[in-house]
């Protein structure tokens, strides 16, 4: 279908509106709304927090707010509306109740609530409803959210930082040396870490770094932190065990470590943290079990920060779904350690990136690009 310029530019309005919403909407998907009336932009809304009102909505108040009436309007909106009651009312409603004209939807939500619903209660009510314009930039910005829809998986993001040189680390890391990437990246990362519904690390990065692995500033965000631990190695006394009653810790072991090591998992437990396992996988964890059982746990996103071992296992098992790597301007040579060229050396093939973004930091630079050409459930 031909679209008007100005539907594209509204559109593309919408979609930025959205990307406002990253971090502090998920698991709901980023939205954004545009309602338009004679040429003129008279509404603009995007869904702003987890439990609050939906885009449609803001856009909706946004007019009122202008004192301009909606009826006969244009809507330009990223995702269908919602038709059922969650959190909020059903979004179709106020829709309706407002008299607009005309519907514009990028592309379908594909959720067992939705699919489609939303846009035939609309039609239904004689109101002229368009799909499909910008749909690939819109079902690329809901990725994570459409995959876990197709599929029940959670998307697998790869996050790590590095030198110029591929180093992940100093040799020897002073107080003033700690951090690779600047204040402004770490930043981004922790918004990177609000997305998202459990990070995923290795027992090497717990013994390394000590982190505890938490979102700041939380805004109410309490990821699952998880740890692969293949023979039960974490101490009681890390920074994780000691605040998993503030915030979920799931350690991922095998079950002949579990046995053998039957005390330290009633440590663990009276922690409150949860103890996961594996059967015998030649000492490797079961990677793709795991994502299944988060998955029906209804973790839509997990961010890996494990080190080079652990990225170098969701690689090669095809595991990822997308990367973001922060850049330093910084050549480590010796002084560094834990090259991530060495762990993925053993790949047998290239990894191409998809749909790649390159955002500078100050003088670091973040690159994000999807592993795959096509993300899992998107046609």
Partial sequence: ????????????????????????????????????????????????????????????????????????????????????????????????????????????????????????????????????????????????????????????????????????????????????????????????????????IGINTVVADNPELTPRPSKGKRPIRIVLDSHLKILVKTRLIRTANRSPVLIYTSEAAAQSNSRTVDRLTKKQVEVLTFGDTQGQSNLHFLLDELGNRGVQQLLVEGGPAVISSFLRERLADQIVVYIAPKILAGSGTANISEAIRELTSAIDLHHVSIEPFAEDIRLTGFLKQTPDGIN
């Fill in 1 to 200: 279908m031909e679209y008007e310029q100005q539907d594209i530019k509204y559109m593309q309005m919408a979609l930025k509106l959205a990307r406002r919403g990253i971090g502090s909407v998920e698991p709901n998907p980023p939205v954004g709304c545009v309602i338009a009336k004679a040429g003129q932009v008279i509404g603009k809304g995007w869904h702003k927090e987890f439990g609050g009102p939906h885009a449609e909505i803001n856009a909706l108040e946004d007019c009122r707010s202008l004192a301009v009436t909606p009826q006969g309007a244009t809507m330009y909106v990223t995702l269908e509306p919602c038709c059922h009651q969650g959190k909020t009312a059903p979004c179709t409603d106020a829709i309706l109740k407002a008299g607009l004209a005309k519907v514009l939807v990028a592309t379908p939500d594909p959720s067992e609530h939705n699919n489609g619903r939303g846009i035939e209660q609309l039609c239904n009510a004689g109101i002229e409803v368009q799909t499909g314009l910008c749909e690939a930039e819109a079902r690329l910005l809901n990725a994570p959210f459409i995959k876990f829809a197709a599929t029940g998986k959670p998307w697998v993001i790869l996050k790590w930082a590095q030198s110029i040189d591929g180093k992940l680390a100093y040799a020897e890391a002073e107080d003033q040396q700690r951090w690779l990437s600047n204040e402004l990246s770490r930043k981004d990362a922790h918004k990177l870490r609000r997305r998202v519904q459990a990070i995923l």
